[in-house]
């Protein structure tokens, strides 16, 4: 039987924004990885950046105690187990509905999580960046692990929990607070004097890019598992592939 031009139409524009999401997130890490490096080239070199930087510093510094509170969002000892709940949960909800590779982003979170202090550390210990003039002398602040630990844990839990959300209003209010999670933890760190301002930005470089990496282990698990898939893949034809 013929299949008209419009009912191929609606599958057509699903595999191509099936393609555009890869796509998309492509491009989201190569401007991320380009940033990423112009800033530590800047840090390394002491270039006009920096210079720019520590004015703006000096401009918002403002240590109090809500920007310490803020900057506490940060910690691993409240960001990790948000991300903890939320890898539960996912793996959960993923097997009960029977999706296919439903344990694959809960361990790209975990491992999204693991890459932060493994990227972190040495990148600190190389540029070896002084501190701003409201903490005591010190090196290591390039970049910032607390801003890192707030982007990778709170983003990979909103992506971990998005697709399994039905409402659009719930989902956006995830996306949302996710957000004002991770620039209000952004911000008190700038404020409380902790970090310069291209610490913080350099680490959401780095944080999309982790990130990355959880949304596409994401996408790829919500196929439900299905008979015809089963067979299909123990090598025994489903009765779709029969004669017609």
Sequence with gaps: MPVSPSSRAPRGRLSRARLSRPRALSALVGVAVL?????????????????????????LVHPDRFSELLADLGNVQVAVPVLALALAYAAWRGRAAGLDLWWLPPLAGA???VLVPAVVAPLKEWTDR????????????????????AVVA?????LLVLGLLRSPAVRRALV????LLVLGASYGL????????????????????LLAGVGLAAGRSRRPVTRSTRRSSSGTPSSSTGPS
């Design 130 to 149: 002084p501190g701003t003039p409201a903490v005591p002398p010190a090196v290591g602040y390039y970049p910032s692990g607390h801003t890192a630990t």
């Design 176 to 179: 949302v607070l996710c957000a």
């Design 154 to 158: 709170y983003g990979a839990a909103t």
């Design 111 to 113: 491992l999204a999580m």
């Design 190 to 209: 700038v404020r409380r004097g902790y970090h310069w301002p291209l610490d913080v930005l350099a680490s959401w470089c780095l944080g999309a890019v």
């Design 35 to 59: 940033l990423f490096a112009l800033i530590t080239w800047q840090v390394v070199a002491d270039g006009p950046l920096v210079g720019v930087d520590e004015r703006l510093s000096g401009t």
